[in-house]
Antibody
């Protein structure tokens, strides 16, 4: 059974950093691209970043470029998101999601981790 | 950026009814269109991909259609467990979601 389990969210002040992770199991992690998708409270879904299967290429939405870093450790089957220079508008539930290589839909999602950016 | 416009934003329907949700892309996305269902407090689940292909395990009362810039999700014989918010997503050029359609029971 495919499982994606996020951990590490919380409350953080504006301008500070936060890093959280997504532990994958039930499939060959290194065969898949992975993504982070966020959802602000009572709002819609917003793709944040994608990393391809071997970590050699990453893609970001414009509003997080230069502030967020997606990475992966295939030996540990774990995906990460490092968020720097956080803003209030980054407040959201962050989901990790799996997708096959390239432009494809997200076929499995984690349960999400809440990040609140507030002073 | 490709923009996705979903309609209606909310919808109230009776059990057994047929429901249609529309999604309009700002440019041709060549059927690179997925539909997701998100129940309250849960993560989204993939229902449909490539505009009309049913994801494994999804009930056959769900179906998708469309091409070019116009797409739709149809739910036949609405069940109580279908109460959720539905999102479309294009994956032709990066990934963009529609604003969502909240489906409730009448």
């Amino acid at each position: 059974e495919v499982q994606l389990v996020e951990s590490g969210g919380g409350l953080v002040q504006p301008g500070r950093s936060l890093k959280f992770s997504c532990a994958a199991s039930g499939f060959t992690f290194s065969d898949y691209a992975m993504a982070w998708v966020r959802q602000a409270p009572k709002k819609g879904l917003e793709w944040v970043a994608t990393i391809i299967y071997d970590g050699s290429s990453t893609y970001y939405r414009d509003s997080v470029k230069g502030r967020f870093t997606i990475s992966r450790d295939n030996a540990k089957s774990t995906l990460y998101l490092q968020m720097d220079s956080l803003r209030s508008e980054d407040t959201a539930t962050y989901y990790c999601a799996r997708h096959p290589y390239g432009y494809t839909p997200f076929d499995y999602w984690g349960q999400g981790v809440m990040v609140t950016v507030s002073s | 950026d490709i923009r996705m416009t979903q309609s209606p934003a909310s919808l109230s329907a009776s059990l057994g009814e047929t429901v249609n949700i529309e999604c309009l892309a700002s440019e041709d996305i060549y059927s690179d269109l997925a539909w997701y269902q998100q129940k309250p407090g849960k993560s989204p689940q993939l229902l449909i991909y490539n505009a009309n292909s049913l994801q494994n395990g999804v009930p056959s009362r769900f179906s998708g259609s469309g091409s070019g810039t116009q797409y739709s999700l149809k739910i036949n014989s609405l069940q109580s467990e279908d109460v959720a918010t539905y999102f479309c997503q294009q994956y032709n050029n990066y990934w963009t979601f529609g604003g969502g359609t909240k489906l409730e029971l009448k």
